[in-house]
């Protein structure tokens, strides 16, 4: 098979003609019926007169290029036709009836018609499918930087990497077709130094179609060079190049290909069949194979390709994009205008990838420019872009060609394309038009317009220009309104109905609904939808938008939510889509919490958008990836001024919108910001609207947030915040000397502080920082629960902090680096304080000195304290004793968590405890303390004989079978007060053989039976042991 390098323009070609052969030219192109009635707009003395070259610019001027060199294309195969059936060769033709040349003409002369034809048809054949074609040498350079990708192409690449199967894959439109077309014809004219003898190009889609054959046949349907005693040569030579091209449109299940084969030229097989069989080199097995296929069928072509190499495809790169848009736009400064609108929608400017969509951009945009219209509105969604697209190709005056409107072929190409797309097949026949109702007179103007391509190798064909317009119409048919419902039933037979476009099962095996989903909140916006009845006269029905609500707020027939099929991120996208505030207000009704991960603008941007109409949003939880609000000191200076320099796309417009939601949502109280990366500008911009006498904010949370600053300008704008109840401050970024601990003290005495809880976390201050900040505690009459965990707190600063805690309820210092000389002033605190009654000390080296001296502070008759929790303190058996002649006294304590102390027969001091009538515990927490079972009897009489423990905590305790059985048959003989035990690694035959006569007594710990993961720890009402926390500690 051989192909022809083009060489030839449509000028070039007029060029070459002889005074008789181009007036038979004009007189051809005149009673072309394509052509008519272009021709009659224009002079005809004037084409009359014309030699080539004017010739050539009067068809240039008068048609676009694009439709120009398509309908030459169409005249040229209908002259190619002529001449096959002319006389046969050497004859000379009658140029009465045709302008052809005598084909055996002198070699010496300048190719003949035949070739000059041949050659365009060639180029055309490669580029005939796109709206691009005037930008070739464009073109030629990306195709050139993909082929070099293809280790065939590039001599550099190692030679190691080189595989006889080349997968090229890549979205919809971005070039695959015409990169592999290019490839074969310059492999089969042997440009790279590799002889091809044979070619051959399959479309896959075209299998889908066809019945049993053989791969004789099919190779010979393929290329006319092909002869029968060619097979042995095929099957063991390596100059053989198959092109296979379109492999996501195979309509075949993968099971079958992989299942069956053949490996016979001559054996009649279905051929999708053959075709597998030929990717798994059963057929030719020393064939380049050429691939070309999109993303989501990789997966099904890899179980029949064996160490492929891979080639993506991206179509477009950021600087193809810009060089388009220079040279469609002209003018520098608009085209930037143009280029900054697309990137500011992310998707958009990534479906500008595919050149057919760029075009479609471009065009648009230009005719936006001419109304000196605002291009960021155009391309705030990808709906309102193409639709509005669509809509300006079919203008008021193009109704010429249907006076009537094109409502119903309008409809007709949405069935087509619905079903198309859930089918996943591109193309559409004349027979399916039939099927509708419809001539191919109807397909004109979207011929016209490019909306719809013809395949010129089949002329029954037809296809969308792009992916992204079948996508288009494909949603557009579930808000048409038909006069007959029937009719509607009818067309659905391959269309799935909206609650199954939203399946993640059916999104997942056809990745191209995605959009069309995405496109079809878009089309519920209700100028959308104006415009689309006003343009093609049609009628459209907005009950598809109660449907979806319905299907958002899980109250359809299935109740499953749009959580159970997507995102927040990816509700938030399709609610932005819409741009309709009133579905998105009804959309997000349901909401009361939400949490979002910001990794780009776009995130942010759609989040604001929908968060402003979420009027029941009370808790809004944020974290912000590094990289997208970087250090602008102009754009803090700007702001500051109260100078708005910056686009409604850039980063900092988008915080201010997403930030004023603390200030318009009035049940908004909880704001939790958590491993976030700010600026010093979205700083003051949060501070800004927090200060703000609108914020009703009442717990504000902030861990691992940087800069260091962020936690000094928060508490800064909390100052005099009366709405404040909880504050949460943690992380490892904050520093010292940022007058974090001084605003703070401003906060607690100020006036209006209504401040209950405060955690306050790694937070670097100095000795008198602290005191300072603790002796405001004395003018605050409103906190009740301090957490200063993982602090790091001397002994000077403990003491005035004792000093100062008098009024509060509930303390944590859990790894604040207290020793036993810090006791002495905690135990004071006990002796003398009326409120407090929770207070933890885990993670701090007290050892067993350390707790006796706590269990003087406990035996005071003031102590009002009820949960104490000492896990990790160093505890042993001595510091049991102390605490259990502690509780045998008259103490208030009901709570006690010694977990992760190496307590061992210190347990014998704590059953004895527990038998006392005095002891007044109902939680007892005593995970990992390192006792053996010979301690498990004791334990098992203490629970027999007291009335008042409620929850006993045994994890990562070795009690072994003896010890878990004596305790659960004890368990099962006494009707106790004992509603819950934990216990990590029982073996699971112990708990069947006991759960039906202990059953509400047992609970397992993180899962005593490793093959049940649906069972949870259930809640207790009195405590909720866990590892280095204490719960009860924070106020509800």
Known sequence: MQLLQPEYSIKSFLVTLKTNEL??????????????????????????????????????????????????????????NTESSQPSEGQTLETDDSMLVDTKSSKTEELDMKDIWEAIINEFSIWEKDVWIDDYDHFHDVIQRNQKLIPSFNPKMDTKQRSNTVVLYGYAGVGKTTVVKSCLQEWTKGCQGQEIQYAFYLQCREFNHMGFCSFSELISKNSSEWKTNDVEVLTKTENVLVVVDGFD??????????????????????????????????????ATLLVTTQPHALQELMLLVKQPFFVEIKGFLAKDKERYFLNHLRVREQAFQALYAVKCNVDLFHMASAPTVCSIICTYLKLQMTKEEDLAVHCQTCTSLFLQFLCSQ??????????????????????????????????????????????????????????????????????????CIQQLL????????????????????????????????????NPNLIQAGLFLFGLLNQKQVQDLETTFGCETSMEIKWELLKIL?????????????????????????????????????????????????????HSAFCIKYCTSLQKLSLQVAKGIFLENDDELNSYLRGVRVWAASNSLSLWIHLCS??????????????????????????CHHITDVSCCLQRVIMRDVSPPTAYRDVCLALVGKKTLTHLILTGSVQEKNTGQLMFLGEMLRHWRCNLQFLRLGSCYASIRQWNDFFFTFNMNQSLRCVDFSNNKLLAKSVKSLCMNLRSIKRVSLENCQLKETCCKDISSLLMVSQKLTHLSLSKNNLGDDGVKILCRG?????????????????????GCKHISEMLCEDSNLTHLDMGLNSIANGVMFLCNTIKNPKCSLKCLGLWGCSFSPLYCEELAAAIASNKKLETLDLGQNILGKSGVVMILKTLSDNNGPLKTIRRRYFQIFQILQYSKRIRGHYDKRHGANPHDSKEQEPESSHCNYKRGAVSGLELS
């Open 661 to 686: 939601v603390i200030c318009s949502n009035k049940n908004l109280s909880i704001l939790d910001i958590t491993q976030s990366f700010l600026s010093d500008c979205t700083l003051r911009i949060l």
């Open 249 to 286: 449109e195979l309509r075949v299940p993968v099971e079958a290909l992989i299942s069956e084969c053949c490996s016979d030229w001559d054996t009649q097989t279905p051929a999708p069949i053959l075709l597998s069989s030929l990717l798994k080199r059963k057929l030719i097995p020393k």
């Open 553 to 605: 707020q899980g109250k359809s027939e299935e109740r499953k939510p749009f959580f159970s099929v997507m995102s927040l991120k990816e509700i938030f996208l399709h609610l932005y889509e819409s741009q309709e505030g009133e579905l998105v207000k009804e959309a997000m009704a349901p909401f009361a919490e939400i949490s979002l991960c910001f990794k780009s603008n776009i995130d942010i941007l």
């Open 394 to 467: 079919f203008s008021p005056r193009s109704y010429v060609y249907n006076p009537n409107g094109y409502g119903k072929v309008l409809q007709a190409l949405c069935i087509l394309a619905a079903q198309n797309l859930w089918t996943q097949q591109a193309t559409f026949h004349r027979e399916e038009l039939w099927s509708l109702g419809l001539k191919e007179s109807d397909l004109s103007p979207f011929l016209d317009m490019h909306i719809l391509q013809e395949y010129c190798d089949s002329g029954n064909c037809y296809s969308f220009i792009h992916l």
């Open 23 to 80: 007036e038979k030219f004009k007189s051809q192109l005149k009673t072309l019926p394509e052509f008519r009635d272009d021709l009659r707009k224009s002079s005809c003395s004037e084409v009359d007169e014309a030699d080539g070259i004017k010739l050539a610019d009067i068809l240039i001027k008068k048609f676009p290029s694009n439709r120009l060199k398509l309908m030459t294309l169409t005249f040229f195969n209908k002259i190619k």
């Open 858 to 878: 406990l035996n005071s008759p003031k102590c009002k304290l009820q949960m104490l929790v000492i896990q990790q303190c160093g505890v042993t058996a001595h």
């Open 474 to 509: 494909a949603a557009m048919l579930y808000i048409l309104k038909f006069q007959d419902e029937g009719d509607r039933e009818d067309c659905k037979r391959n269309i799935g109905n909206v609650r199954k476009l939203f399946s993640r099962e059916a999104r997942f095996y």
